[in-house]
């Protein structure tokens, strides 16, 4: 028989896991891509599609979102005639959207990795079927955006300069600890300041820390950063 025991398959990865799920069941099964940006997300304080969805016609927006579905096409009509277009169906952690892309934007979008979660510049779109009764057009409502600029999620996170937040359930830091954080602020050394809150006395508190302890908000510092805290919060248990 074949013996695999010895074989060196590597593992796939969180992506790779969830770009079979969605092929072969339409859905992501164990995680969604956009989870670990969740944090990110939430610091760029971007738009769900979700809210999106109920929003008036013309209200400008930015999204975290995936694109599901994407094809080219003509123009036809109007002052654009001739020229290339495209559509495309997004998805994220709410909900699912519609979007329309012209001139810069198509072309931006174009030269970037449409598999990876993106940061996409929105306005929504008037309503296609203005005679709807509201029960009808509330049903399954998705967004209806045409996109206007986009850009990979992870470096737009990595690219913004608002304060980076981690919170510790512990009164006291070991000098150790102290000095692992210095070697994971030194390792992902950026523009965003970074705020450390914790309980001093019973009190809550807030340092922040210097401009010469700047950091970049990527996902591997979360998850440097969110190991550090781990630690931290355990020994503190123990």
Sequence with gaps: GLDMS??????????QKGAFEKEAFGFYLTTHPLLR????????ELTDLS????????SEIRVAALITEYR???????????KSMGIAGLEDLMGEGDAL?????????KSLDKGQPLLLDCKIR?????????????????????????QLLSEAAA?????????LAVETIPETAL????????????????????????????????????ITPTVSFKQDIENWRLSIQGDNCA
């Design 126 to 150: 008037k309503p296609r079927d203005e005679g709807d009764s509201e029960e009808h057009a509330d049903e399954n409502k998705k967004a209806e955006v045409v996109i206007t600029g986009a």
């Design 6 to 15: 010895d074989m060196d398959i590597p593992e796939y990865t969180e992506e």
């Design 179 to 214: 000095d692992e954080l210095a070697g994971i602020l030194s390792a992902h050394k950026g523009q965003s300041p970074l705020h450390l809150r914790l309980n001093l006395d019973g009190n809550p508190c807030k340092l922040l820390f210097g401009p010469n302890y700047t």
């Design 72 to 82: 080219e096409t003509i123009i036809k009509k109007g002052k654009s005639a001739g």
């Design 159 to 167: 690219a913004d300069k608002r304060p980076y937040t981690v919170t």
């Design 37 to 44: 940006f969740k944090d990110e997300i939430r610091r760029l």
């Design 51 to 58: 809210t999106a969805a109920s929003m008036a016609p013309e």
């Design 101 to 109: 892309i012209f001139d810069t934007a198509f072309n931006t979008l």
